[in-house]
Structure formats: C-alpha cells, structure tokens
C-alpha cells in the first residue's frame, strides 16, 4: 500500500492524502491526471472493479467535486480518486470504456448536477426525472422547498418547528 | 409488406421501421395511413356509470364490499408492509382481501408510501385501466401531506389532488393492523354507497387532468388510459 501510494504521488501528482482506516485512502488529483491514472490502477495495479463515482457541489468554491471509488479484489483495498472541475458547464472525460456500468453513474450526474460526460452513452436521456424542465436539481441553487411549494400544492396547516430554537425554547422557557 | 409499398414521411427516421407513420398501398391502389404508436389510442371521455337503486345496490355493495381484488403495485417504503399482510400472521384473506397480479382485474389500488412524478404517471396509467367500481387506499403519511418527504422536489404532497381516495392511513409506516383496520373502514364506507371514488374522478376528469398534467411534463399518454 505505501509503495502504491508513493508511485501514485510520484507519477501523478496526488495530493490531501487521508488514511481512513486498513486497505482504504483518499486523495486528489488534478484533472488531467484523473483518466491517465484510472487507465494505470486498472492495467497494472489490480484495480479492476469500479464501486461508485458521484459528485458533490462545493458552492462556496465555485467547482465541483468528483469522487471515484475503486477496488482491488485481490488485496481488499480501496482508493478514493478525487478531483475537482468547474461548476460553470466545465465537463469531465467519460470512462465507460474501461467500465460499461460507468455510464449510468455518468448519466445520473449529467441529469442531477448537470455535469457534462462527452461519448457517454445515453448521457442525455433522462433518468430519474421524466420531463424535468428546471436547473438541475442536486445543484445548490436549486430551492428544493420553494419549487415543491409551488409545485405540489402543499396541504395546509402544517407546522415545522427549528429543532434547536423549539427544543431551547421547551427546555429553558425563561431564557 | 415489400418494401416498395412503402412511402415513410420524412419527420419520424429516428423510430424503427415498424412503429414509423407510414402510407401504405391498398390491394385497390387507394393510400392509407398506418400510425403503429397510436393503434390503440383512444380519446373517447368516460361515462360516469350511476349506481343502481335500492336492495340490488346494497346487495351489490356488499358483495364488493366482502371480496376486495388488490392490485400487487409497490410504491414507496410501506410496500413493504403488504407481505406480512398476506402471512399467517395477520391472514388478510380472511377479511376477502386477496392480490391480484393486473390493474384489470382489481379493485383496490394501495398507494403505499410517497410518490415520485414518474410513478405516478404509472400508478394514473394502472388507476384508470381498472374496471368500475375501484377503490383507492392511501397508505402512510407521505400520501397525506407529503411526510418526511414535504420539500422534496420529486415527490408529490397530497394523493387526493390526482386520484380520487377512499380512506386514508396515517403512520409512517402503518403497521399491518392498522392496515387491516383500514380495509375495514373500506369495506364499511362501500356498504353504506361512499364508495363512489371512479365516478368522482370522471365527474371531475378536467380538474384532475389539470393537476395531473401540471407535474407531469412529458404528458406522452392518452388522456384516459382504457
């Protein structure tokens, strides 16, 4: 595992490495370096077996975050990839051509964060969502509340309470 | 048919060959129009079909009342629930409550549990290929108000606003007594003529259609499915 990690570091360019526990690590690579080092985990390291990849919206920094999560069978070890790209129509390379199940991870991105996949194949068809016509909706300026209110006629009468302010207020009325 | 039969118009290339519009020629050398997608399209508006008077519809209800047709549709999590239902346990048969495997041999539509737009394009589709009279149970409080689910943007709040429904079942989720209680309840509101939740959706056909087609953009259905 070290030896692995020290040629992943060397050959390409890894960096934040983050240990969580036996036979599992994290880190991030830059974008260019994402498919070359997929291509070599898979050739020559034994990493033949793709889990998940999906994607998380760093607003605030104004990217995306991509995380694939791949798996060496042989010695029950897992690599985290991370890599970061542009949330403004930045798109990143497919990699259905090394695993056929990619694309559907692929085609759910493109339709909950808008991530464009170029090749991908069916990457346009929708996938959960028939029809849908807003921004997508995993993206963080999406208002998830206010589209269901105005959406799906909200039934009346319905009271939420903060539950920190309601349980301050229950607990420590004179406060 | 030999191909050179065939004149395709130029604007569906994108289908297959055998559900493009098409103009055939007829053994007379007349054109007609052949259209495979809407083959079965019909756009007939339904009837509403009025309840019979006196005994001979007490007697019908009770006789639908006592033999409750399920339709096998899971929805959500309280799909999970119906199972136990059937098991020796709580033995849902003996109350004449028995699953079918197809919306047109059933009677009793169980939304069970919260809904996305896209199956309730489907659970439309099944609810209005179902024979007169039908009943609808709504299960959990997904159904009711929209439950943990409330500011989902894929979820719909209150069933009632797209299908008509006969009783409600709150809980999240029920459990199988609390359903069985619910078949009950059914069963009581048929024997007492409540039951008429297929003639409300025809009688009110525009304004649920309205409310129907609001959510689901890609409408790609007739507007009642026979």
């Known amino acids: 595992m070290e030896q692995l990690l020290d040629r992943i570091i060397a050959g390409f360019e890894a960096a934040d490495i983050e240990k969580r526990k036996d036979g599992q690590v994290f880190f991030t690579v830059p974008k260019p370096k994402v498919l070359p080092l997929i291509n070599h985990l898979k050739m020559f390291e034994g990493f033949r077996n793709l889990i998940l990849m999906t994607a998380v919206d760093w607003i605030e920094d104004n990217q995306f975050q991509i995380t694939y999560l791949l798996n060496n069978p042989d010695t029950k070890t897992d690599l985290g990839i991370r890599t970061f790209i542009g949330r403004d129509g930045e798109g990143m390379d497919s990699i259905h051509e090394l695993w056929g199940h990619a694309a559907t991870f692929q085609r759910e991105m493109k339709e909950m964060f808008g991530i464009g996949f170029p090749g991908s194949p069916r990457v346009d068809e929708p996938f959960l969502l028939e029809g849908w016509d807003d921004i997508p909706p995993m993206r963080r300026e999406f208002d998830t509340k206010k589209y269901s209110e105005e959406t799906y006629f909200p039934r009346p009468g319905r009271e939420t309470h903060d539950p920190a302010t309601y349980m301050k207020q229950k607990l420590y009325p004179n406060d | ?226």
Request: glycine share 8%; charged share 25%; proline share 8%.
């Open chain 2, 1 to 226: 048919m030999p191909e050179d039969n065939v004149k395709y118009p130029a604007e569906d290339q994108s289908l297959s060959p055998v559900n493009r519009k098409r103009v055939v020629i007829g053994p007379e050398g007349e054109d007609i129009l052949v259209d495979p997608l809407r083959d079965y399209y019909c756009t007939a508006r339904p009837e509403p079909e009025l309840p019979r008077q006196g005994i001979i519809e007490k007697f019908m209800n009770w006789a639908r009342a006592e033999s409750l047709w399920v339709l096998g549709f899971g929805t959500g999590c309280g799909s999970i629930e119906i199972p136990p239902l059937l098991s020796p346990r709580y033995d849902a048969y003996r109350f004449g409550v028995a699953m079918r495997p197809t919306p047109r041999q059933s009677s009793v539509i169980i939304i069970s549990g919260y809904l996305s737009v896209k199956t309730l394009k489907r659970v439309i589709r099944s609810y209005e290929q179902m024979q007169n009279p039908k009943f609808v149970i709504a299960l959990g409080s997904c159904t009711i108000n929209g439950g943990m689910y409330w500011d989902s943007y894929n979820t719909i709040n209150r069933l009632d606003h797209y299908i008509p429904v006969d009783v409600y079942i709150a809980g999240c989720m029920p459990r199988p007594e609390a359903i069985l209680a619910g078949f009950n309840k059914l069963k009581q509101r048929i024997k007492e003529g409540r039951g008429e939740g297929a003639n409300d959706y025809i009688k009110n056909l525009d304004w649920y259609k309205a409310n129907q087609k609001k959510i689901i953009k890609d409408w790609n259905m007739p507007d009642y499915n026979w």
